[in-house]
């Protein structure tokens, strides 16, 4: 479904080869693996890590490759076609769009050793935190934190400082993996393998200059910490949806025409409304992804450039996302009931790329809230904070 090639992410002499990554990862995937231990395994991580996945957006002088949004959200597609679970994690090589907004002395000390750092965040909802003259003093729970298993660093919701509760943006404390406790509470019909497990914070100091705003604007004059870093972080979920969907309709490209009915009919392919079908899902899909790479080419032309993107630019790009995984989570589910009775099972790979697209789907960035600022910027009006 991409033009992206196993050589697109080699880092080095040591990098693994993508393509044979993702087949490890498919075959891996479907004996259950990630999803029955509610987590992706830590040699996978590593695997990505030496693919680049976690310095694709460092910058070069702190040992990172600074490639485009598309190419990151290109691989996660990739990824993602593989294994939903995978590529959501995978997709939290983002996280330099949020860590970008830390003290430059701070990003130095974090990178002195490697580019390659796993980040996992629980934002919501903030906890109070205690002002120190030495920082904050952190405790609480947060739910959601993806990929909080394989993380090196961690990161949770505070409550903001009175000057940035105007912006409706979330502090985040940063802090080492090890100084957290995980509890393993996810259980879900989807992306079970993601591991967004609980975790919990008792009365750890953070130095403030591991603070930073989510949302805040970098002062890192790289162009990419120019790019709108809520919306890459709508994008890199989305795909994940994306990529599910180009694989449940290459697998059933493979499986309609050696499929024939236990009634004695034709084989599925040779069925006229399995052609309309297949036709028509394909064309929704591939004009909703066209269209979602395209509102975020437009955006990094514009930011490459120097220039400011518009709000109806970045406007497009959220409603974009929110349309893209609706349409992803439509066509899983349309392959699935082509794929007929044996698609019902609980292992059947047509019903995980189904619960994996509508996890996506139920995601807040994808929400019905989007649909309603996207119209407010139609109309000239103000989106509430945080949409663009």
């Known amino acids: ?70 190419e990151f959200c290109e691989l996660i ?43 996992a965040g629980g934002i919501f909802p903030p906890q109070p935190a205690e002002i120190t003259d030495d920082g904050v003093v952190v405790k609480g729970r947060w739910k959601f934190s993806s990929g909080c298993m394989g993380a090196d660093i961690v990161g949770v919701g505070i409550a903001p400082q009175k000057d940035n509760e105007a912006q409706g943006l979330p502090r985040m404390a940063v802090m080492p993996a090890k100084k957290v406790k995980i509890e393993m509470t996810w259980d879900t019909v989807g992306l079970k393998g993601t591991g967004s497990h609980d975790l919990v ?5 953070v130095p403030k ?14 162009p990419f910490f120019k790019y709108p870093s809520l919306s890459l972080a709508t994008q890199v979920l989305t795909v994940v ?8 309709l290459e697998e059933f490209k493979q499986l309609a025409p050696g499929k024939a009915s236990i009634t004695g009919g034709s084989e599925i392919a040779n069925r006229p409304v399995t052609q309309y079908e297949f036709a028509q899902a394909e064309a929704e899909f591939k004009a909703a992804r066209t269209w979602f790479y395209e509102t975020m080419d437009a955006v990094w032309s514009e930011v490459a450039a120097g220039r400011t993107p518009t709000a109806e630019q970045i406007s497009d790009m959220r409603l974009s996302c929110t349309h893209a995984a609706r349409v992803a989570a439509r066509v899983a589910r349309k392959m699935q009931m082509l794929a007929g009775m044996t698609a ?33 910027i139609s109309f000239g009006l103000k989106p509430a904070p945080g949409y663009l």
Not at 82 to 96: Q, T, Y
Not at 354 to 367: I, R
């Open 1 to 70: 479904m991409n033009d992206l090639s196993a050589k697109d992410f080699v880092m080095d002499d040591t990098a693994v080869d993508l393509t044979a990554l993702c087949q490890e990862i498919r075959a891996r995937a479907c004996t259950g693996e990630f999803d029955n231990q509610a987590y992706v395994s830590q040699d996978i991580i590593e695997k990505l890590k030496k693919l680049g996945v976690y310095r694709a957006f460092v910058p070069k002088r702190f040992g990172g490759s600074e490639v485009s949004p598309r």
């Open 241 to 248: 949806g994306v990529g599910v969907a180009a694989a449940a």
């Open 201 to 205: 914070v008792e009365d750890v100091l």
């Open 209 to 222: 200059e591991w603070t930073f705003v989510r949302g805040e604007p970098s002062k890192l004059s790289e």
């Open 77 to 119: 597609e990739k990824l993602s076609m593989a294994d939903g679970s995978v590529g959501w994690v995978a997709s939290f090589g983002m996280s330099p769009a949020y860590l970008g907004s830390l003290p430059e002395e701070t990003l130095q000390q974090l990178y002195k050793d490697s580019p390659d750092i796993v980040f």
């Open 344 to 376: 019902i099972y609980t292992n059947n790979v047509f019903s995980r790329f189904v619960n994996d697209t509508n996890v996506v789907t139920q995601h807040a960035f994808m929400g019905d809230a989007t649909l309603q600022n996207a119209g407010l």
